[in-house]
């Protein structure tokens, strides 16, 4: 029983990791669905800005939208305070060039309940969602758009290249696992759609858009919402965003993963008319594979390790138990001299990997316990 046991678990692993991965790699290579990118006019946009104490850095955001390679007269300007508290609106006002809209939230209401109102203030027929310290390149927003000449497109989002300290022990492991993730959401958009979009670079068509609870999740429940509704949600490789990145710790990033699954499995819950397998069946597939899976590693490596314990007496699995407790001590390694500034290579790989999966555990206490998060708090605030 042991032995079926491990042998299970790590199997669900490396399918998650590894199976899915290559199978919908050589399946997008096999049966591509490419995005009908044909002449079209260029579409009214909103680009939405949330921000929150941003002082320091939205007028920098807004220089690098009004840099946009975008006609002016079709890209409407929203920001959006969720009631900040330092001089945020100040600075919007005085660096807006009369192009920007100013939506003034009172009292906190976080950032899904600050987008729905900004969206109500929006014109576009696109709705474009970007955080207040997004860099985006140029030709980035004209790269998202171009997706929106085939009808069967929804909503698309792009690719994010974390910034910040790039020798920090989590800053490595956050990118490295950011940049895996990201290959496989362009590996899945080419077979069919994907099943999440990152909160800095979204948009939509802006009919599709539905309000959501302010303690969901936008980023999930956006691409649930236009999947439900029968749309493609892809993802467009030359749309490239840059993203420092606000945690500023392990714990900080530990505790950033716990709210935005806690928040994500809401968002599931929130859309789960979308899960059924006989409507969406390459939806049901992915959602399974990419997301409900993972966030079940944790409870399988933990079964893993159990059941290897049981079998010390082969010489295999010795050296199976041995290798995953090495793994195990090299995260609390790095954790340990992470924490004194002291960053030997390597040791990025197995803590990241465990501050990945602690925090679905984690996830799951919070909502067990009836703890919500709806607003955020930016490192720099």
Not at 39 to 51: C, D, G, H, K, R
Not at 352 to 375: E, S
Request: net charge positive.
């Amino acid at each position: 029983m042991a032995e079926a046991i491990f042998w299970g678990a790590i199997g669900v692993v490396a399918y998650v990791y590894a199976g899915f991965p290559l199978f919908v790699f050589l399946l997008a290579q096999a049966r591509p669905r490419p995005v009908r990118k044909g002449p079209a006019p260029l579409p009214t946009v909103s680009f939405i800005i949330a921000a929150y104490n941003e002082e320091g850095s939205i007028a920098k955001k807004l220089a690098n939208t009004f840099a946009l390679d975008y006609p002016a007269d079709r890209l409407e300007i929203i920001v959006v305070s969720d009631g900040s508290s330092d001089r945020t609106e100040a600075v919007v006002r005085a660096e807006g060039r009369n192009r920007v809209k100013l939506v003034a939230l009172r009292g906190r209401n976080g950032k899904t309940i600050a987008q729905n109102r900004a969206v109500e203030a929006a014109t576009g027929e696109i709705v474009v969602f970007s955080d207040a310290t997004t860099v985006y390149e140029p030709r980035c927003l004209r790269a998202l758009v171009s997706n929106f000449s085939d009808p069967e497109v929804g909503c698309v989002t792009g690719w994010v290249v974390m910034g910040a300290d790039p020798d920090a022990t989590m800053q490595k492991g956050r990118s490295a696992y950011t940049d895996y993730d990201q290959w496989l959401r362009s590996c899945e958009s080419k077979v069919h759609s994907i099943v999440g979009t990152a909160g800095c670079i979204a948009a939509l068509r802006r009919k599709l858009y539905r309000p959501l609870p302010s303690d969901v999740d936008a980023d999930v429940a956006e691409a649930l919402e236009v999947s439900a509704q029968g749309y493609r949600v892809v993802f467009e490789d030359d749309a490239v965003v840059y993203e420092a990145g606000e945690s500023r710790s392990i714990r900080e990033e530990l505790e950033r993963r716990t709210r935005v699954i806690a928040r994500g499995l809401r968002g599931y819950w929130y859309v789960r008319r979308a899960f059924n397998p006989f409507r969406h069946p390459w939806f049901f597939v992915d959602l399974l594979s990419h997301r409900l899976l993972r966030w079940g590693v944790p409870v399988l490596l933990m079964m893993a390790f159990a059941a290897n314990a049981a079998l010390l007496d082969a010489p295999f699995y010795r050296f199976t138990f041995l290798a995953q407790a090495a793994f195990y001590i090299a995260a609390g390694l790095g954790y340990v001299l992470e924490r004194r500034n002291v960053r030997p290579p390597g040791l990025f790989i197995p803590l990241y990997f465990c501050v990945v999966n602690l925090a679905p555990l984690l996830a799951v206490r919070a909502l067990w316990r009836g703890r919500t998060t709806a607003v955020w708090e930016t490192g720099r605030s």
